[in-house]
């Protein structure tokens, strides 16, 4: 087998991606071929003297990793842009979608049957509430955090029910974005401005 052919095959040999045939014919030459056994070694990475690649091949080696350094920036710009697209999007849509909530922005309804308290609050069409808050025994207070824009005509409600208690009232305190509201007993008893 001449070199330029053992050489040409080396990298399907070093992958074993060559016949039984060819792998014999590529060894015996590798056995019997000095330069050709040290150009195998080089691909294998045993030797790492570049110098000792003909002056064409170590041409071709510099402009293959200038390409993939290339491709690599590129990708790397690719990846970054679209991020940056992607948190610019985040952004500039977040504030057409969600919204702070204020008081103004709901209708809140109390209301006293028998010995039960009823709470209710509608959104504006179109939006949908978000809380976040906690209970304990006589309080529950609630953040209304924000009002996502929901795409339709339709408006979001929750309600809140409890017992009337004289002694120890029930509190339910709403905090929007310009105001903080207690209620008691199904009554408002207090409107803080913020």
């Known amino acids: 087998m001449k070199c330029e052919v053992v050489r040409d095959l080396l990298p ?5 991606l060559t016949s039984e045939e060819s792998n014999k014919e590529i060894e015996k030459h590798l ?14 990475g045993e030797i790492g003297v570049l110098a000792e690649i003909p002056k064409e091949e170590a041409e ?3 402009v293959i990793k200038k390409i993939k350094k290339r491709s690599r920036k590129k990708l790397i710009i690719a990846v970054l842009g679209t991020a940056l697209a992607v948190l610019a999007a985040v952004i500039l849509l977040f504030p057409l979608t969600y ?5 103004k922005d709901v209708e809140l ?5 028998g010995n039960r308290t009823y709470i209710e609050m509608q959104s504006q069409a179109g939006y949908e509430l978000w809380f976040t808050g906690s ?10 955090f924000g009002k996502k824009k929901i795409g339709n005509s339709e408006s979001s409600k929750s ?6 208690d004289r002694e120890n009232p029930y509190q339910y305190i709403f905090e929007f974005s310009d105001k903080i509201v207690t209620i008691e007993n199904g009554k ?3 409107e803080e401005d913020k």
């Not at 399907?12 to 074993?16: E, F, H, M, N």
Request: aromatic share 14%; hydrophobic share 25%; proline share 0%.
């Open 109 to 113: 309804q109390c209301r006293v049957k």
């Open 159 to 164: 309600s809140w029910e409890g017992e009337v």
């Open 12 to 16: 399907l040999y070093i992958d074993k």
């Open 31 to 44: 056995k019997n071929c000095k330069e050709c056994y040290q150009y195998y070694q080089e691909m294998m």
């Open 60 to 62: 071709e080696v510099k």
């Open 188 to 190: 408002v008893v207090n």
């Open 99 to 103: 919204k702070d909530a204020k008081y």
């Open 135 to 144: 209970s304990d025994k006589n309080k529950s207070y609630l953040k209304v």
